[in-house]
């Protein structure tokens, strides 16, 4: 079982320039998670989504954007990148936080933008 | 946004004992994880608490008290590979959302 899969796992951006971090899950989970980990810090939620279709803003989400086409796959966006966005990017996945069901995460995606 | 407040950083020797502290928002209220994140690394699942009381996992055991808005983890016999970062996520959200706090640094010294 492959759990949470992100790519890449490092990345180098200009500033300006846009990519896609890829999160793909193949346990069926409904919900899936970005969050971020500045130097130091704890994880902050940039998006969220409960299920193929839907998906909702996190604490901050500026500077992202995301889609669920598919129940395994959640991709992130970043249009126009920023040093600001320089991070830890982590992909996690959930059948069902409702009901205590823990996070899967991936094992995360390092990004710089100079 | 919700305000998850836990210590920034607790020192502790090889076997004693460690209790981080993590206080949060009632509204909403349905649950709460606590994680452990080495450095580098993504973080794993400890436990989580719905219940008031203490759920007991080894050397590890985690507190919830829901009126007071309150949970603690309980590190007991501290061991080197104990040293890492203890993050608190209540479930405040109906609808699957889950924020963390800033997390709490554990040095464990000879």
């Known amino acids: 079982n492959a759990g949470v899969t992100q790519t890449p796992k490092f990345r180098i951006l200009k500033i300006g320039q846009s990519m896609t971090l890829q999160c793909a899950q193949d346990?069926?989970?409904?919900?899936m998670y970005w969050y971020r980990q500045d130097p130091g810090m704890g994880l902050k939620l940039i998006y969220y989504s409960v299920g193929a279709g839907i998906t909702d803003k996190g604490e901050v989400p500026n500077g992202y954007n995301v889609s669920r086409s598919t129940t395994e796959d959640f991709p992130l966006r970043l249009e126009l990148a920023a040093p600001s966005q320089t991070s830890v990017y982590f992909c996690a996945s959930s059948y069902s936080p409702l009901d205590g069901e823990k996070l899967f995460f991936g094992s995360g995606t390092q990004l710089s933008v100079l | 946004g919700q305000n998850i407040d836990q210590p920034t950083e607790m020192t502790a020797t090889e076997g004693a004992i460690v209790q981080i502290n993590c206080t949060y928002q009632?509204?909403?209220?349905?649950?709460l994880f606590w994680y452990q994140q080495h450095a580098g690394e993504a973080p794993t699942f400890l436990s989580y608490?719905?219940?008031?009381g203490l759920e007991e996992k080894g050397r590890f055991s985690s507190f919830l008290s829901r009126s007071k808005g309150y949970s603690y983890l309980l590190l007991k016999e501290l061991q080197m590979k104990d040293s890492a970062s203890y993050l608190c996520a209540p479930r405040t959200d109906s609808w699957g959302k889950l924020q963390f706090g800033a997390g709490t640094q554990v040095v464990v010294t000879p």
């Open positions: 009632t509204s909403g209220f349905n649950g």
């Open positions: 346990m069926n989970h409904n919900y």
């Open positions: 608490n719905v219940l008031d």
